[in-house]
């Protein structure tokens, strides 16, 4: 006897899971992350979570066009130094070897 599985409930399941897993970092807790070329930042034009699920599905077809796009990219060197001197609060989701930061919105 076979299952159904509903991929809906499936990725409604890891968006969740994800999204309990986001955290709040400051960049210099990051930088060792940083320098080992683990850390992609991710668009504010795009919802962190959403973004993550893709990666952990490898979703090529999501995940190239915001690459091509420079939607999701590796900070810059010059955006490093930055996040360093403010100490940069940044909304974090670690998707291994990944970890997936997104500059926090004042509200």
Not at 50 to 78: Q, Y
Request: charged share 25%; hydrophobic share 45%.
């Amino acid at each position: 006897m076979s299952v159904a599985v509903d991929e809906s409930s499936t990725q409604d399941a890891l968006l969740a899971k994800l999204l309990g897993e986001t955290a709040r970092c400051e960049w210099r807790d990051l930088e060792r992350f940083f320098a080992q070329g683990k850390v992609l930042c991710v668009s504010d034009a795009h919802d962190l979570v959403v973004v993550g699920a893709a990666i952990a599905n490898d979703d090529a077809d999501t995940i190239t066009p915001m690459i091509d796009a420079g939607e999701l990219t590796a900070p810059s060197n010059e955006l490093a130094r930055q996040w360093h001197a403010d100490n940069q609060l940044l909304w974090t989701l670690v998707i291994a070897p990944y970890v997936l930061v997104q500059e926090t919105r004042a509200d």
